[in-house]
């Protein structure tokens, strides 16, 4: 096998595996599926659309060619018609690899949306939402009308022109790409700001969210390289390929934390049930150790266990507004408050 079809089908295998994962994970917990994961489901139909034409392009071959590899054709050869074949699948590639970004981009949209509404206006989230689909559609828009007409993207004898190489759409899709990611990871920098946490719980939350700069670099790299070696489509398949499977890995990365932060809170909470208090744990002298803060018992963070939430929003309870809870009233009127 071709080694470079054998790392793009090794990178499209994991990806799956890590949307199957996810959906696993939340079926597991007997929670409902929200946006997130149905969008999850939608990946996995891409990428199995993905793993069945990317073959093709890499065996068969494309119309992406130097001119003299171009000039050794033989009219009428079975290579020309096989390459026709691979150019007509290269473009179904490209279809689905701007579907495998932006279904990332949604997933990881709606894990945001869950966090942040008590931040922003429903009609803010609804334009970030929008933005995302019109971006979507000019994308593919930009794919399919480089050239003109659309049977030259096939076209091998002759000599199509420079829209076989998709110069255009590469720095087209590349640009709304990395100005998506840029997008997403402004919609949490003012709730990271305005959130009242220690500073290192700050720096966790803020590289979990801000992975997208991750993404950013490598579809850079990406856009380099191919520029580089704008005749070989290994290349290219490869490098975008390499970011369909980090765009899948930092979309479902926050959703993979909150499944193991709820695993771990009701491993606790059974842990407490068995073992309560007041049991063998003693102090000296007696009195019942007290049981260790729960991230729902310091107000910072409220893990929920609702159908709808992801596994975990933020609140503006202490730790946001620095404001504390009020005291508890008497439960009669008239009673005397316990002091």
């Known amino acids: 096998m071709d080694d470079v079809l054998a790392a793009i089908l090794a990178f499209s295998i994991i990806?799956?595996?890590?949307?199957?994962?996810?959906?696993?994970?939340?079926?597991?917990?007997?929670?409902?599926?929200?946006?997130?994961?149905?969008?999850?489901l939608l990946g996995i139909l891409v990428w199995g659309c993905f793993l069945g034409v990317v073959p093709g392009v890499i065996l068969l071959g494309t119309n992406n060619m130097t001119?003299?590899?171009?000039?050794?054709l033989v009219p009428g050869s079975d290579e020309v018609g096989r390459r026709e074949m691979g150019s007509k699948l290269l473009l179904a590639d490209r279809v689905m690899y701007i579907s495998t970004l932006w279904v990332s981009k949604g997933i990881i949209w709606a894990f945001y949306a869950n966090l942040i509404t008590q931040f922003y206006s429903?009609?803010?989230?609804?334009?970030?939402?929008?933005?995302?689909?019109?971006?979507?559609?000019?994308?593919?828009?930009?794919?399919?009308?480089?050239?003109?007409?659309?049977?030259?993207?096939?076209?091998?004898?002759?000599?199509?022109?420079?829209?076989?190489?998709a110069l255009i759409q590469l720095w087209c899709v590349g640009g709304l790409n990395i100005g998506t990611d840029l997008l997403l990871m402004g919609l949490l920098i003012p709730v990271l700001v305005k959130v009242q946490l220690p500073w290192y719980k700050k720096l966790g939350l803020s590289f979990l969210f801000c992975m997208g700069?991750?993404?950013?670099?490598?579809?850079?790299?990406?856009?380099?390289?191919?520029?580089?070696?704008?005749?070989?489509?290994?290349?290219?398949?490869?490098?975008?390929?390499?970011?369909?499977?980090?765009?899948?890995?930092?979309?479902?990365?926050?959703?993979f934390y909150a499944s193991m932060r709820k695993w771990y809170m009701s491993s606790a909470c059974r842990r407490r049930a068995v073992n309560p208090p007041g049991g063998?744990?003693?102090?000296?002298?007696?009195?019942?150790?007290?049981?260790?803060?729960?991230?729902?018992?310091?107000?910072?963070?409220?893990?929920?266990?609702?159908?709808k939430s992801p596994g975990f929003t933020l609140t503006a309870g202490t730790g946001m507004s620095g404001q504390t809870q009020p005291r508890a009233q008497p439960e009669a009127q008239g009673a005397p408050a316990q002091t």
């Open 15 to 40: 990806s799956v595996v890590v949307l199957i994962c996810r959906l696993t994970a939340r079926a597991l917990q007997k929670v409902r599926f929200d946006t997130g994961d149905y969008l999850a």
């Open 67 to 72: 001119a003299a590899a171009r000039g050794a």
């Open 122 to 165: 429903l009609r803010i989230l609804r334009i970030s939402s929008a933005g995302l689909v019109v971006t979507y559609l000019a994308t593919i828009i930009a794919t399919l009308l480089e050239c003109k007409p659309l049977r030259l993207y096939w076209q091998v004898i002759p000599d199509p022109g420079t829209c076989v190489r």
């Open 213 to 255: 700069t991750f993404l950013v670099a490598i579809t850079a790299v990406r856009i380099a390289m191919t520029v580089s070696q704008s005749h070989s489509q290994k290349v290219r398949s490869l490098w975008g390929t390499a970011e369909m499977l980090c765009a899948t890995c930092v979309a479902n990365a926050p959703a």
């Open 280 to 307: 063998a744990d003693l102090e000296p002298g007696g009195v019942p150790a007290a049981s260790p803060p729960t991230p729902s018992s310091t107000g910072l963070w409220k893990w929920s266990s609702s159908n």
